[in-house]
């Protein structure tokens, strides 16, 4: 009987247990995205035991409240986004935040929440196959950019903003504005819609006395923009010029309007066979010598002065682009022109290649660049190579570059001293300039003053530009003297100046003072990388740069924890660091200048999607990303973390623990104005007893190159840093177009990274999700631009290729393979159509074409699932002749390659193009 | 003493030559630059280097010349390869142009292919003017400023001369001119706070000389006045001094007809030493006043990195120096009769 009691008892001591001891729910998600929620219809969950707490620097329960957090911020930065994985996500949530309050240790608390972590990806599929929302509405656009931007800023890649470069300025109170109200992206449109009723005292000519007074730094000496790779010219440069199409103040002068200038209408689409609004060539009638349009110079050289108040001819549209993309003219734009991606003309690039020694009129007949006269009108059509809105077409057709000029005036002054003086300065910018702009050269006293006047022949000289003239300063003072252009303006010399960190305080709220935005945000750049991550892109063998053992970066584990980052950031009083430069605070990645919807002047940065995308950089701070408390928390946070991780040891608090951190900077001067305050910030805030009791100390450390650009190409760009101080400017009127500067992927950034650490084609990284799909960065990014190929969230190319050298046969004849792999293969149609054999050094024609031998001996075999293995013979007589050395260098047997032709058709695309292989051997005997 | 001569300006151009040689080699061992920009910008800039002479372009690497300075993105598989073109190489081609066509080369960036000696010859009238100027006013402030202290010898009048010269000796004229212009120019308002364009009024324009001329002449002045008085008071202490005035001769006379003529005998050379110190001077206070002058010309054309410009100023300046280095030697001789040049023994 006892037995049995006791038997009893046991039995009942076990199913108490196993009712009792119901296991926490499986923070393991479904990954049916239907499933409906449940945790709700459970019972009541009891916690097991926990394991004692191992954090030294928070509370369990306040570290846990930091992760859970992260997690609804996670879960809040997809939510809206989810489609039919919102139950299962929302599911892994609850439990996830379940699991982080039933973890004991750290360690625990961190596995809970990377479970919780995985499970939500889990719940969420990846998009798989073709994407492009470039035709997409523009809001939604901007929600696309706002959901990228949330991610950049959640995994750190945008750097620590510090401020936008705009202020104060000041002035001259004879100078009536345009508007007094700064216009994101036009200014106080002062010479345009602005006027001077009062003569300037300090002026002696007479003439001048109403002109606009400014100054410039430098003399750049010319004022051929075609020719230079500066802003100065630019600037002067743009005075004199006109566009296609300009913009001027709207009616209630909150914003700006399209105009057309030299155009007489917007662009008109040629071959939006679609009808979606965007097409490759558009056409619009231009302004000539038959609407009155004359030249203007101010030459007294008789030959330069028979061109003044000529009229303007169509073909000196078309011989614009004609001088710049010609390539012996050695014009800096023209190149650009030419190699540009975005807005490229189609047969441009083919046409600078080929006009190594002159113009090439066989060439120019492909070039997208035409102009002639259909029904007595005269036209000018434009062909890109990628499709265009009416907007875009506009916007990159409108470069003050594109003047139209005489062939008959080049020819005269010659290319080289277009617009510049000749080799013996006896011909001035004042002879070598014809203009159709608002303002024509007047005088230019090399080293002392540019004037300009007004151009009479202007189109719109009745209507605009009231202001008769502008006076330049050359003022070299300024660049010894940061406060020289302001005590000229104080004294009356100029109409218009910045005010000096100085004498902020004391002008601040002068009657004279504006504020502006700026157009770039400078931010400290960090290196997030872990030593394997930065082996793996920067090492021997690096996919970004290759750097020799000896001269490894040692990666800093604290900027890899996304906690330790934040603190940094929360750490800086940007208010008060702005403020006494004169510059705007702020966290944003871009300047207040990125336009969303160009074409109405609505900048991004008012745009919800922005303000969401930053929210979290902004929740509980003084408004600016500030608040001392929590970066002492985070940094609480990340050093439980990072301890618990084992990264770093504690010392004690005579001898700490010290982590340096260096920051590049871009000039000496830096120190001072920069660096000292920022050091100041961020060491404050860690070094606080409160943080760990000073077992730890930050020092800040500072680095400056040789030249400014140093801190780019010798730091940032390859990985040789902590934290580096910068901005990259980009298009302002194409903001979505512009993060690729944020990818790591060095074709998308044009190797522009310069935040390094998350890889931005792992659509795990961190999760970005977009009706109801996950995605890559860098796929949705391309979606958003162009064309994305998308396989399991990530940016593909539509085909693979991996090439096996060629391997000599006995007869003397070289065998080799090529092995094609679609990505999407339901998709996709390949059809190899010819190879062809070059010598790049011995067949090199001169003009960027080779001549190739085309290899018949091949066959492509299709193996299913969308491989294809190309096999090729090199004849042994070819390869005799290939191997037998170039001729032209010192590599005995050049640089052999092969072009694979092929003819692929993609998602309904059909292109025919080719891959090469450029660095292949045949052997010297 | 014509053998001596000869040696001399032959010795000169040798140090000229290896003075630029040695300064066109180490300026072309600076880093070389990079645009911040696409490939399209760093396309463009490196083609732009390349027609202009700096780099070479290739289709295919060659690491022998050493580091690769921008790979272009494959096109048809061929990429542009861009590296230095080697310093010597760079240095053989100057010097050639130089000695066969008596070419210095043009301007790159500063006022592009204007010639480099054009853009000097243009500039170089400016920098004249105003240290001749500087000479002609400091000189006979100096001296005369050195005569009254020597008069006025431990009075007052010495005393306050001779502190002011120990100030204002130690002060460079380009920080002088920072506090000239603010108190003549922006407070008074008496005079331009910077050099006015060649359009301004004759006036205006000879205004304009008066802050520059005061600055850059003010340390020699301070340096003729100290010398002017140590050799007066000397002189006036020496024996032949007191048999002047026994003799019957005022102090005045004693003074002008025996005194100040020794004294003055070795400040020509002085003078010569001061004028290639005023050129140095004249760079940084060019920049700060505007002056279109040579020393300015220097410092932007380092800034430029527009190396024709530079070394042909460069030129300039050396060969200046060292030809006052000649004179300066040789006006020993013709002051002092007893100094023979190049003599034997």
Same mark, same amino acid.
């Given at each position: 009987?006892?037995?049995?009691?006791?038997?009893?008892?046991?039995?009942?001591?076990?199913?108490?247990?196993?009712?009792?001891?119901?296991?926490?729910?499986?923070?393991?998600?479904?990954?049916?995205?239907?499933?409906?929620?449940?945790?709700?219809?459970?019972?009541?969950?009891?916690?097991?035991?926990?394991?004692?707490?191992?954090?030294?620097?928070?509370?369990?329960?306040?570290?846990?409240?930091?992760?859970?957090?992260?997690?609804?911020?996670?879960?809040?930065?997809?939510?809206?986004?989810?489609?039919?994985?919102?139950?299962?996500?929302?599911?892994?949530?609850?439990?996830?935040?379940?699991?982080?309050?039933?973890?004991?240790?750290?360690?625990?608390?961190?596995?809970?929440?990377?479970?919780?972590?995985?499970?939500?990806?889990?719940?969420?599929?990846?998009?798989?196959?073709?994407?492009?929302?470039?035709?997409?509405?523009?809001?939604?656009?901007?929600?696309?950019?706002?959901?990228?931007?949330?991610?950049?800023?959640?995994?750190?890649?945008?750097?620590?903003?510090?401020?936008?470069?705009?202020?104060?300025?000041?002035?001259?109170?004879?100078?009536?504005?345009?508007?007094?109200?700064?216009?994101?992206?036009?200014?106080?449109?002062?010479?345009?819609?602005?006027?001077?009723?009062?003569?300037?005292?300090?002026?002696?000519?007479?003439?001048?006395?109403?002109?606009?007074?400014?100054?410039?730094?430098?003399?750049?000496?010319?004022?051929?923009?075609?020719?230079?790779?500066?802003?100065?010219?630019?600037?002067?440069?743009?005075?004199?010029?006109?566009?296609?199409?300009?913009?001027?103040?709207?009616?209630?002068?909150?914003?700006?309007?399209?105009?057309?200038?030299?155009? #007489?209408?917007?662009?008109?689409?040629?071959?939006?066979?679609?009808?979606?609004?965007?097409?490759?060539?558009?056409? /619009?009638?231009?302004?000539?010598?038959? !609407?009155?349009?004359?030249?203007?110079?101010?030459?007294?050289?008789?030959?330069?002065?028979?061109?003044?108040?000529?009229?303007?001819?169509?073909?000196?549209?078309?011989?614009?682009?004609?001088?710049?993309?010609?390539?012996?003219?050695?014009?800096?734009?023209?190149?650009?022109?030419?190699?540009?991606?975005?807005?490229?003309?189609?047969?441009?690039?083919?046409?600078?290649?080929?006009?190594?020694?002159?113009?090439?009129?066989?060439?120019?007949?492909?070039?997208?660049?035409?102009?002639?006269?259909?029904?007595? #009108?005269?036209?000018?059509?434009?062909?890109?190579?990628?499709?265009?809105?009416?907007?875009?077409?506009?916007?990159?057709?409108?470069?003050?570059?594109?003047?139209?000029?005489?062939?008959? /005036?080049?020819?005269?002054?010659?290319?080289?001293?277009?617009?510049?003086?000749?080799?013996?300065?006896?011909?001035?910018?004042?002879?070598?300039?014809?203009?159709?702009?608002?303002?024509?050269?007047?005088?230019?006293?090399?080293?002392?003053?540019?004037?300009?006047?007004?151009?009479?022949?202007?189109?719109?000289?009745?209507?605009?530009?009231?202001?008769?003239?502008?006076?330049?300063?050359?003022?070299?003072?300024?660049?010894?003297?940061?406060?020289?252009?302001?005590?000229?303006?104080?004294?009356?010399?100029?109409?218009?100046?910045?005010?000096?960190?100085?004498?902020?305080?004391?002008?601040?709220?002068?009657?004279?003072?504006?504020?502006?935005?700026?157009?770039?945000?400078?931010?400290?750049?960090?290196?997030?990388?872990?030593?394997?991550?930065?082996?793996?892109?920067?090492?021997?063998?690096? &996919?970004?740069?290759?750097?020799?053992?000896?001269?490894?970066?040692?990666?800093?584990?604290?900027?890899?924890?996304?906690?330790? &980052?934040?603190?940094?950031?929360?750490?800086?009083?940007?208010?008060?660091?702005?403020?006494?430069?004169?510059?705007?605070?702020?966290?944003?990645?871009?300047?207040?200048?990125?336009?969303?919807?160009?074409?109405?002047?609505?900048?991004?940065?008012?745009?919800?999607?922005?303000?969401?995308? &930053?929210?979290?950089?902004?929740?509980?701070?003084?408004?600016?990303?500030?608040?001392?408390?929590?970066?002492?928390?985070?940094?609480?946070?990340?050093?439980?973390?990072?301890?618990?991780?084992?990264?770093?040891?504690?010392?004690? #608090?005579?001898?700490?623990?010290?982590?340096?951190?260096?920051?590049?900077?871009?000039?000496?001067?830096?120190?001072?104005?920069?660096?000292?305050?920022?050091?100041?910030?961020?060491?404050?805030?860690?070094?606080?007893?409160?943080?760990?009791?000073?077992?730890?100390?930050?020092?800040?450390?500072?680095?400056?190159?040789?030249?400014?650009?140093?801190?780019?190409?010798?730091?940032?760009?390859?990985?040789?840093?902590?934290?580096?101080?910068?901005?990259?400017?980009?298009?302002?009127?194409?903001?979505?177009?512009?993060?690729?500067?944020?990818?790591?992927?060095?074709?998308?950034?044009?190797?522009?990274?310069?935040?390094?650490?998350?890889?931005?084609?792992?659509?795990?990284?961190?999760?970005?999700?977009?009706?109801?799909?996950?995605?890559?960065?860098?796929?949705?990014?391309?979606? &958003?631009?162009?064309?994305?190929?998308?396989?399991?969230?990530?940016?593909?190319?539509?085909?693979?290729?991996?090439?096996?050298?060629?391997?000599?046969? !006995?007869?003397?004849?070289?065998?080799?393979?090529?092995?094609?792999?679609?990505?999407?293969?339901?998709?996709?149609?390949?059809?190899?159509?010819?190879?062809?054999?070059?010598?790049?050094?011995?067949?090199?024609?001169?003009?960027?074409?080779?001549?190739?031998?085309?290899?018949?001996?091949?066959?492509?075999?299709?193996?299913?699932?969308?491989?294809?293995?190309?096999?090729?013979?090199?004849?042994?007589?070819?390869?005799?002749?290939?191997?037998?050395?170039?001729?032209?260098?010192?590599?005995?047997?050049?640089?052999?390659?092969?072009?694979?032709?092929?003819?692929?058709?993609?998602?309904? !695309?059909?292109?025919?193009?080719?891959?090469?292989?450029?660095?292949?051997?045949?052997?010297?005997? | 003493?014509?053998?001596?001569?000869?040696?001399?300006?032959?010795?000169?151009?040798?140090?000229?030559?290896?003075?630029?040689?040695?300064?066109?080699?180490?300026?072309?061992?600076?880093?070389?630059?990079?645009?911040?920009? +696409?490939?399209?910008?760093?396309?463009?800039?490196?083609?732009?280097?390349?027609?202009?002479?700096?780099?070479?372009?290739?289709?295919?690497?060659?690491?022998?010349?050493?580091?690769?300075?921008?790979?272009?993105? $494959?096109?048809?598989?061929?990429?542009?390869?861009?590296?230095?073109?080697?310093?010597?190489?760079?240095?053989?081609?100057?010097?050639?142009?130089?000695?066969?066509?008596?070419?210095?080369?043009?301007?790159?960036?500063?006022?592009?292919?204007?010639?480099?000696?054009?853009?000097?010859?243009?500039?170089?009238?400016?920098?004249?003017?105003?240290?001749?100027?500087?000479?002609?006013?400091?000189?006979?402030?100096?001296?005369?400023?050195?005569?009254?202290?020597?008069?006025?010898?431990?009075?007052?009048?010495?005393?306050?001369?001779?502190?002011?010269?120990?100030?204002? %000796?130690?002060?460079?004229?380009?920080?002088?001119?920072?506090?000239?212009?603010?108190?003549? +120019?922006?407070?008074?308002?008496?005079?331009?706070?910077?050099?006015?364009?060649?359009?301004?009024?004759?006036?205006?324009?000879?205004?304009?000389?008066?802050?520059?001329?005061?600055?850059?002449?003010?340390?020699?002045?301070?340096?003729?006045?100290?010398?002017?008085?140590?050799?007066?008071?000397?002189?006036?202490?020496?024996?032949?001094?007191?048999?002047?005035?026994?003799?019957?001769?005022?102090?005045?006379?004693? %003074?002008?007809?025996? $005194?100040?003529?020794? $004294?003055?005998?070795?400040?020509?050379?002085?003078?010569?030493?001061?004028?290639?110190?005023?050129?140095?001077?004249?760079?940084?206070?060019?920049?700060?006043? +505007?002056?279109?002058?040579?020393?300015?010309?220097?410092?932007?054309?380092?800034?430029?990195?527009?190396?024709?410009?530079?070394?042909?100023?460069?030129?300039?300046?050396?060969?200046?120096?060292?030809?006052?280095?000649?004179?300066?030697?040789?006006?020993?001789?013709?002051?002092?009769?007893? %100094?023979?040049?190049?003599?034997?023994?």
């Amino acid at each position: 009987m006892k037995k049995t009691l006791a038997l009893l008892m046991v039995l009942a001591m076990v199913v108490a247990l196993l009712a009792g001891c119901k296991t926490p729910v499986d923070p393991t998600p479904t990954t049916n995205p239907t499933t409906e929620p449940t945790v709700t219809d459970e019972p009541e969950v009891t916690p097991p035991p926990m394991a004692d707490w191992d954090g030294k620097y928070i509370e369990r329960d306040d570290y846990k409240a930091y992760i859970k957090h992260d997690l609804d911020f996670l879960y809040a930065t997809i939510k809206d986004q989810l489609g039919d994985s919102a139950a299962a996500v929302e599911a892994a949530v609850q439990a996830g935040a379940q699991a982080i309050d039933f973890a004991g240790t750290v360690a625990e608390i961190r596995a809970a929440y990377a479970n919780a972590y995985q499970a939500i990806l889990d719940a969420i599929p990846t998009y798989e196959g073709v994407a492009t929302y470039k035709k997409l509405p523009n809001s939604e656009r901007t929600t696309i950019l706002g959901i990228l931007e949330r991610y950049a800023v959640t995994t750190g890649i945008t750097g620590i903003s510090l401020f936008e470069n705009g202020g104060y300025v000041m002035y001259n109170p004879r100078i009536t504005l345009g508007t007094e109200n700064f216009i994101v992206g036009y200014g106080f449109g002062v010479l345009p819609e602005g006027n001077i009723t009062e003569d300037l005292e300090y002026e002696t000519n007479e003439a001048w006395k109403r002109y606009y007074h400014i100054e410039e730094h430098d003399d750049p000496g010319t004022l051929n923009y075609l020719n230079d790779q500066g802003a100065v010219v630019g600037d002067l440069y743009g005075y004199m010029a006109a566009s296609f199409f300009t913009n001027f103040m709207n009616a209630t002068k909150d914003g700006y309007d399209w105009v057309p200038e030299l155009a #007489k209408e917007k662009p008109v689409a040629v071959n939006d066979d679609d009808a979606d609004g965007m097409c490759t060539t558009w056409r /619009f009638e231009v302004r000539t010598g038959d !609407d009155g349009l004359k030249y203007t110079t101010a030459s007294q050289m008789a030959d330069r002065a028979a061109f003044n108040n000529r009229p303007v001819a169509l073909e000196d549209y078309e011989y614009a682009f004609k001088l710049l993309l010609t390539q012996s003219n050695q014009l800096y734009r023209g190149s650009e022109l030419a190699n540009t991606k975005s807005g490229a003309i189609a047969g441009a690039k083919a046409y600078y290649d080929g006009t190594a020694e002159g113009e090439n009129e066989e060439l120019w007949a492909n070039v997208g660049i035409k102009t002639y006269n259909e029904g007595g #009108k005269n036209y000018f059509e434009v062909t890109f190579k990628e499709e265009q809105t009416q907007f875009y077409c506009m916007y990159y057709i409108a470069s003050s570059l594109y003047m139209p000029i005489p062939k008959e /005036f080049v020819d005269l002054v010659t290319v080289t001293n277009y617009c510049g003086f000749d080799k013996n300065a006896t011909t001035t910018p004042v002879d070598n300039s014809l203009v159709v702009g608002p303002y024509y050269v007047e005088r230019y006293d090399a080293d002392q003053q540019i004037v300009y006047a007004k151009n009479p022949n202007y189109v719109f000289a009745d209507t605009k530009y009231a202001i008769p003239g502008i006076h330049v300063k050359i003022f070299t003072a300024a660049k010894e003297d940061t406060n020289a252009v302001f005590n000229e303006f104080i004294a009356g010399h100029f109409d218009v100046a910045g005010i000096p960190q100085e004498y902020l305080n004391e002008y601040r709220n002068d009657p004279r003072t504006r504020s502006t935005t700026g157009t770039s945000n400078f931010k400290l750049n960090v290196n997030a990388t872990s030593p394997e991550t930065w082996e793996y892109l920067f090492g021997e063998e690096g &996919v970004v740069t290759q750097t020799p053992k000896e001269d490894y970066w040692e990666s800093k584990p604290c900027l890899a924890n996304r906690h330790f &980052v934040k603190a940094l950031s929360l750490s800086i009083d940007r208010l008060t660091f702005a403020n006494a430069r004169g510059s705007i605070p702020s966290v944003d990645y871009l300047a207040s200048n990125y336009m969303i919807d160009p074409e109405n002047g609505i900048s991004y940065s008012v745009t919800e999607a922005h303000k969401k995308a &930053v929210e979290g950089l902004l929740e509980d701070t003084d408004g600016y990303g500030f608040s001392l408390e929590l970066a002492r928390e985070y940094f609480r946070v990340a050093l439980t973390e990072l301890e618990a991780e084992g990264a770093y040891t504690p010392g004690t #608090k005579e001898n700490p623990t010290v982590i340096h951190i260096e920051i590049a900077w871009m000039y000496p001067t830096h120190e001072e104005l920069y660096h000292n305050e920022i050091k100041n910030f961020l060491e404050t805030a860690f070094n606080d007893e409160s943080v760990c009791g000073g077992v730890y100390q930050l020092s800040v450390d500072f680095w400056v190159g040789n030249d400014w650009s140093d801190v780019y190409y010798n730091k940032m760009m390859v990985g040789q840093f902590d934290i580096g101080f910068g901005s990259i400017s980009g298009n302002s009127l194409d903001p979505i177009g512009f993060v690729s500067v944020l990818s790591s992927d060095q074709e998308i950034s044009g190797s522009f990274t310069l935040n390094w650490g998350v890889d931005t084609n792992d659509p795990d990284a961190y999760p970005i999700v977009y009706e109801g799909y996950r995605w890559s960065f860098d796929a949705l990014y391309n979606a &958003v631009n162009s064309k994305a190929i998308v396989a399991q969230g990530q940016n593909k190319a539509s085909l693979t290729f991996e090439y096996t050298p060629i391997v000599k046969n !006995d007869d003397g004849s070289y065998t080799g393979t090529l092995t094609v792999k679609a990505t999407l293969p339901d998709l996709t149609k390949f059809n190899v159509t010819s190879i062809a054999c070059c010598n790049y050094e011995r067949y090199y024609n001169g003009d960027g074409t080779y001549d190739e031998f085309e290899l018949t001996d091949f066959t492509c075999e299709d193996q299913g699932n969308g491989v294809y293995v190309i096999t090729f013979t090199v004849p042994a007589d070819i390869a005799a002749d290939y191997a037998t050395g170039s001729g032209t260098s010192e590599n005995p047997t050049g640089y052999t390659g092969f072009d694979f032709y092929y003819d692929l058709e993609f998602d309904g !695309d059909t292109q025919s193009t080719y891959y090469s292989v450029s660095e292949d051997h045949f052997i010297v005997d | 003493m014509g053998k001596y001569v000869l040696k001399r300006i032959v010795l000169a151009f040798m140090m000229a030559f290896i003075i630029l040689s040695v300064t066109f080699i180490l300026v072309k061992l600076l880093p070389f630059e990079r645009p911040i920009g +696409g490939d399209a910008q760093q396309i463009a800039y490196f083609d732009k280097q390349f027609h202009l002479g700096y780099v070479f372009r290739f289709n295919v690497e060659k690491p022998e010349l050493g580091r690769l300075l921008y790979k272009s993105p $494959a096109d048809h598989g061929v990429s542009n390869y861009y590296y230095q073109v080697p310093v010597f190489q760079q240095y053989g081609n100057w010097l050639r142009n130089i000695i066969t066509k008596w070419d210095w080369g043009v301007s790159k960036t500063y006022m592009p292919n204007v010639a480099a000696s054009t853009i000097i010859m243009k500039r170089i009238g400016y920098t004249i003017r105003l240290n001749i100027f500087a000479v002609l006013f400091s000189v006979p402030t100096g001296i005369l400023l050195g005569i009254w202290a020597a008069l006025k010898k431990n009075k007052i009048t010495d005393h306050i001369i001779s502190t002011m010269v120990m100030v204002f %000796i130690s002060i460079p004229s380009f920080v002088l001119i920072s506090f000239v212009i603010r108190i003549f +120019g922006y407070d008074l308002q008496w005079l331009p706070t910077s050099w006015p364009p060649d359009s301004a009024s004759w006036g205006v324009r000879a205004s304009g000389y008066i802050i520059p001329v005061f600055c850059l002449s003010f340390g020699s002045v301070c340096y003729y006045c100290r010398y002017i008085r140590a050799e007066l008071c000397e002189v006036m202490e020496s024996e032949y001094l007191l048999l002047a005035r026994t003799k019957g001769l005022t102090r005045r006379q004693a %003074i002008v007809r025996h $005194a100040l003529k020794n $004294a003055l005998v070795p400040i020509f050379p002085v003078m010569l030493s001061e004028f290639i110190g005023l050129l140095g001077g004249s760079m940084v206070l060019e920049q700060l006043y +505007g002056i279109p002058g040579i020393g300015k010309l220097f410092v932007l054309s380092l800034g430029y990195k527009d190396y024709d410009i530079l070394f042909v100023d460069m030129a300039i300046f050396t060969t200046m120096s060292l030809l006052f280095g000649i004179l300066v030697d040789l006006s020993y001789g013709f002051i002092d009769p007893r %100094i023979r040049m190049g003599a034997k023994k």
